[in-house]
T-cell receptor, first 113, second 105 residues
Framework: EPEVTQTPSHQVTQMGQEVILRCVPI?????FYWYRQILGQKVEFLVS????????KSEIFDDQFSVERPDGSNFTLKIRSTKLEDSAMYFC???????????FGSGTRLTVV | QKEVEQNSGPLSVPEGAIASLNCTYS??????FFWYRQYSGKSPELIMS????GDKEDGRFTAQLNKASQYVSLLIRDSQPSDSATYLC?????FGQGTRLTINP
């Protein structure tokens, strides 16, 4: 079964450092998303991406965040200068035209120290 | 502020019974609703989507939407221990905090 692949599974970084979280969506999907989930809290939408541009973003997705689809397969989330409160599980998701195809990746646990 | 509210539980249901999970929302504009299941330490998994008033059934799962009352629910029939998980309600891209469900053998 096709899956969304995220790397790394766990990343530890020092406060103030830049991190790039990587995702490989399902190959024929058109819509791409990033979410985060702070431990014990709800899933929060960050950004959606379609046709090589951001289609929606939340208040969380400020100037410290950026997304890119550098080639035909990868979808990345960059956090420019990490803060302690950025520590969370980051999920990538993708979907095709059919909503039932909506699939989450297994996540990257980001720990900022 | 768009809000999706769920009772965080835990909700305990005996095996074979019907589990009923509820969700209310504040945004009257967006009409897309989703139920996800999230096992501990895992990513969310889409179970059902619903867009129209009324019921939508898929196997043991039934989603119910009442736009007048701004209320969405998920019924799980013949509950199994493997259904034990946190169930997340979402309105378009806004998630509730989830309801933890435990099915007791």
């Amino acid at each position: 079964e096709p899956e969304v692949t995220q790397t790394p599974s766990h990343q530890v970084t020092q406060m103030g450092q830049e991190v790039i979280l990587r995702c490989v969506p399902i190959s024929n999907h058109l819509y791409f998303y990033w979410y985060r989930q702070i431990l014990g809290q709800k899933v929060e939408f960050l950004v959606s991406f379609y046709n090589n541009e951001i289609s929606e973003k939340s208040e969380i997705f400020d100037d410290q965040f950026s997304v890119e689809r550098p080639d035909g397969s990868n979808f990345t989330l960059k956090i420019r200068s990490t803060k302690l409160e950025d520590s969370a599980m980051y999920f990538c998701a993708s979907s095709g035209l059919v909503i039932t195809s909506y699939t989450f990746g297994s996540g990257t646990r980001l720990t900022v120290v | 502020q768009k809000e999706v509210e769920q009772n965080s539980g835990p909700l305990s249901v005996p095996e074979g019974a019907i589990a009923s999970l509820n969700c209310t929302y504040s945004d009257r504009v967006s009409q897309s609703f989703f139920w996800y299941r999230q096992y501990s330490g895992k990513s969310p998994e889409l179970i059902m989507s619903i867009y129209s008033n009324g019921d939508k059934e898929d196997g043991r799962f039934t989603a119910q939407l009442n736009k007048a009352s701004q209320y969405v629910s998920l019924l799980i029939r013949d509950s199994q221990p493997s259904d034990s998980a946190t169930y997340l309600c979402a309105q378009k891209l806004v998630f509730g905090q989830g309801t933890r469900l435990t099915i007791n053998p």
